[in-house]
């Protein structure tokens, strides 16, 4: 096995040789969406060369569409843990989501119950406070831990119900990196007769997947958060899909599948995976005859280790800096159940102007509150939210010393209170 070289790593991004007044850019912006390798840049290239039609065609480049097509829902399947036939293909998780849910809530009844928490992005929660209001179920709330950030199952239980039908819940929190325990969380929903329903898009760069271990009835991701196009997946428990009514065109072969997809972004997810399964056979200690889930497995092991390294070590310089707070997880012994997302907020410094004054300087993060609306209201940063840093595997060191060093020189001035 291959030490891991973040130097090779980063070769293979074009943007990451982007510059800013003769100082190359930093992203710490993966969170919203990650740079992508020239493999996925070349696969979406060659499709418009190669395979550019439409669906079922008795033609050469049909043929060759429908066959990434085709692949694109295998491969994201071996992301996943689950079958090809068990995945639907959709722009991102967001739509994904608003889709189902309209079919889902054909099946519920008045005075059902959906949970949903304080935790997660707006797109696993609003989704389902439409589905009750136009089933007139019932959407009750499971409230985060404000002190650090997490679910407690106890506060769970108290919620579930005879009556409740589906349970919402994000793998890991977009704006503040907790990771929640999915299985347990499955159980709990399972034995109240429910449905789990997780959103893995801030999960999938950082952690290995796997929908059936967990027992998840539904898992959601967006492919752009982990080095691909804009397209997302959605796995649905095959029982429970083809239950489901089905909003559709009637001739479209896939039940959950409308209007002609992104055959180019298919292309691209292909490529992402493959991208990240050969990290797995370099530097995972994948065997050769590996299959592509167990390189993919050993690649996410392997992005693990490496960005829960560098994550330390920005929480400790962070924590050199007066005024900077880290929200969420921040004890040493918590750090296996965070991603490397630091959400901070600075101390005379708002938000904006943070990401502004940085922005100038060639390095990329993000501010606000990341859709996670109801978390950041309920932290007391509302309306200007935090500054968000989100470590991948191509991120360095030294650019975590450069962020540090431009960090502990932003004019208060430019601010207001934290």
């Known amino acids: 096995m291959t030490t891991f070289d973040a130097d090779a790593i980063r070769a293979r991004f074009p943007a990451l040789s982007l510059t800013q007044d003769g100082r190359l850019m930093a992203f710490f912006d993966g969170p919203g969406g990650t740079q992508v390798p020239d493999s996925v840049i070349d696969a979406v290239s060659r499709y418009y060369r190669e395979a550019n039609a439409n669906h079922g065609g008795a033609f050469a480049t049909s043929e060759r569409s429908d066959a990434i097509v085709e692949n694109a829902h295998a491969a994201l399947a071996d992301v996943l843990g ?3 036939d068990e995945v639907t293909l959709g722009p991102n998780m967001t739509t994904l989501t608003f889709h189902v849910s309209r079919s889902i809530a054909a099946t519920l009844r008045p005075g059902d119950e959906i949970v949903v928490t304080g935790l997660d992005h707006q ?8 589905a ?3 089933s007139e179920a019932i959407v009750r709330t499971w409230e985060p831990d404000l002190a650090d950030c997490t679910l407690r199952l106890d506060a769970l239980d108290e919620l579930l119900n005879e009556r409740t039908r589906l349970v919402a819940v994000g793998w890991a929190s977009n704006a503040v990196g907790t990771i929640n325990p999915i299985r347990e969380i499955a159980d709990r929903a399972h034995r109240a007769g429910a449905w789990l329903y997780v959103d893995a898009v801030h999960a999938a760069p950082h952690l290995p997947l796997d929908a059936r271990a967990v027992d998840a ?5 967006s492919v752009y958060k982990f080095f691909g196009p804009h397209l997302g997946a959605l796995y649905g428990r095959r029982a429970i899909m083809n239950s489901l009514p089905a909003y559709k065109v009637g001739p479209a072969e896939h039940r959950f599948e409308t209007g002609t997809g992104n055959h180019e972004g298919d292309a691209g997810a292909v490529a992402a ?6 990290l797995g056979a370099r530097f995972g200690g994948a065997a050769g005859g590996a299959s592509r889930r167990e390189r993919l497995l050993a690649g996410m092991r392997t992005i693990r280790a490496y960005e829960l390294d560098l994550y330390r070590y ?20 918590d750090m ?21 004054e940085l922005g100038r300087r060639g390095i990329a993060v993000w501010d606000g509150d990341f859709y996670a609306t109801g978390l950041i209201e309920r932290l007391g940063f509302a309306p200007d939210g935090v500054v968000r840093i989100g470590l991948t595997h191509y991120n360095t060191r030294a650019e975590i010393d450069r962020l540090i060093e431009e960090l502990a020189g932003l004019p208060a001035a430019t601010g207001a209170p934290a």
Do not use: H, K, M
């Not at 797109?123 to 439409?130: F, S």
């Open 314 to 333: 920005l929480a400790g310089r962070l924590g050199e800096l007066d005024g900077v707070r880290i929200l969420g997880l921040t004890a040493a012994a």
């Open 336 to 356: 296996e159940r965070r991603t490397p997302t630091a959400a901070i907020s600075i101390q005379g410094v708002s938000p904006r102007a943070a990401a502004e």
């Open 273 to 278: 995976v493959d991208y990240l399964a050969d």
């Open 82 to 84: 689950v079958d090809a």
């Open 217 to 221: 009835d539904f898992v959601a991701c």
């Open 123 to 130: 797109a696993n929660v609003d989704p389902w406070i439409a």
């Open 132 to 134: 009750a209001r136009d």
